[in-house]
């Protein structure tokens, strides 16, 4: 639902600017927050001056990349959602939801416990069961690698860098294979300072 929430907004955000240009979205956003318009202007003539980009009508098409630690394997209901663009009424996800608690499955939490902490009756709580849906169009610029996170209990993939259609991968970075992950047994380790593996690409968007 977070996920939702997020892709909610970016969506919103890219047809406005698109639609009105960025000086216009920023400032109108930025205000919204209680920053002086001079305060505005000024960090969006820095940040264009400093990319020399130019924002016209026609430069005003916005594209949407979506990229980071997302706490999701590949075959979850959030990466599916993500790239599908979808997760139905009937999904299978909407089943199971409302048995997740915070804790659950730490020694001494149970979920009747972490229901009772917030005043909800496990038993008899129900999940409504929207549709969710975004435009977005995107799909993972390095492919799905084995593993970005490669501790002691827990190796898998959940880092990513989700691109739009109009974007084009040219060169993803090698990932370190399972010798060189475990060579000082996990991450992070000697070599690697970090859990998780890098995800780096170059892209092309035109």
Request: proline share 5%.
């Given at each position: 639902?977070?996920?939702?929430?997020?892709?909610?907004?970016?969506?919103?955000l890219?047809?406005?600017?698109?639609?009105?240009?960025?000086?216009?979205?920023?400032t109108?956003?930025?205000?919204?927050?209680?920053?002086?318009?001079?305060?505005?202007?000024?960090?969006?003539?820095?940040?264009?001056?400093?990319?020399?980009?130019?924002?016209?009508?026609?430069?005003?098409r916005?594209?949407?990349?979506?990229?980071?630690?997302?706490?999701?394997?590949?075959?979850?209901?959030?990466?599916?959602?993500?790239?599908?663009?979808?997760?139905s009424?009937?999904?299978?996800?909407?089943?199971?939801?409302?048995?997740?608690?915070?804790?659950?499955?730490?020694?001494?939490?149970?979920?009747?416990?972490?229901?009772?902490?917030?005043g909800?009756?496990a038993?008899?709580?129900?999940?409504?069961?929207?549709?969710?849906?975004?435009?977005?169009?995107?799909q993972?610029?390095?492919?799905?690698?084995?593993?970005?996170?490669?501790?002691?209990?827990?190796?898998?993939?959940?880092?990513?860098?989700?691109?739009?259609?109009?974007?084009?991968?040219?060169?993803?970075?090698?990932?370190?294979?399972?010798?060189?992950l475990?060579?000082?047994?996990?991450?992070?380790?000697?070599?690697?300072?970090?859990?998780h593996?890098?995800?780096a690409v170059?892209?092309?968007?035109?």
């Amino acid at each position: 639902m977070q996920i939702d929430a997020l892709l909610r907004v970016v969506t919103a955000l890219k047809a406005e600017i698109e639609a009105n240009g960025l000086m216009s979205t920023v400032t109108r956003t930025w205000c919204t927050l209680g920053l002086r318009p001079s305060d505005v202007f000024e960090g969006v003539n820095e940040a264009v001056n400093h990319q020399e980009v130019l924002l016209t009508p026609v430069t005003n098409r916005v594209s949407v990349l979506v990229a980071g630690d997302l706490n999701s394997t590949e075959n979850s209901t959030v990466i599916e959602y993500l790239l599908q663009g979808v997760v139905s009424t009937d999904h299978e996800v909407w089943k199971t939801i409302n048995q997740f608690r915070w804790g659950m499955g730490d020694e001494g939490i149970s979920s009747e416990e972490e229901a009772e902490d917030v005043g909800v009756d496990a038993s008899q709580e129900t999940i409504p069961t929207p549709a969710l849906t975004h435009s977005l169009g995107l799909q993972s610029a390095a492919g799905f690698p084995r593993y970005t996170n490669f501790t002691v209990d827990f190796q898998d993939l959940l880092d990513y860098v989700l691109i739009p259609a109009e974007a084009v991968t040219v060169a993803v970075a090698p990932f370190p294979s399972v010798e060189d992950l475990t060579e000082h047994v996990a991450l992070p380790s000697m070599r690697f300072p970090s859990d998780h593996v890098s995800v780096a690409v170059d892209l092309l968007i035109e």
